[in-house]
């Protein structure tokens, strides 16, 4: 299973950019899609994730700003991140809980792509 991540650049302050991130591979079913982020010197953390039944949760910090969503039949989740800050700054890495055809169930990880805000 591999998850390819796409999007990422440089944007001034209250712009936007979208994310996307395609899983492929031995798949049976996708659970859990999400987005997380990690600054320099900071830990990983989640900024959003959606089920495969569309249920979403996000930071605080991105509410309001960030749309998290997915496209099943092409096994693909988006991260519409808009009035950009600043401290948005990091690499952003999509996650995929994914049951394979063999049953077996894991969270694999993308390579990352780098969002960077000027102010």
Known sequence: VQL????????????????SCVVSGNIF???VMAW??????????????????????YADSVKGRF?????????????????????????YYCNGVVRTTLGSEYGYWGQGTLVTVSS
């Open 36 to 57: 997380y982020c990690q600054a320099p010197g900071n830990q990983r953390e989640l900024v959003a994730s959606i089920t495969y039944g569309g249920r979403i949760n």
């Open 67 to 91: 749309t998290i969503s997915r496209d099943n039949a092409k096994e693909t989740v988006y991260l519409q991140m808009t009035s950009l800050k600043p401290e948005d700054t990091a690499v």
């Open 29 to 31: 079913m996708i659970n």
């Open 4 to 19: 390819q991540a796409s999007g990422g650049g440089l944007v001034q302050a209250g712009g936007s950019l979208r994310l």
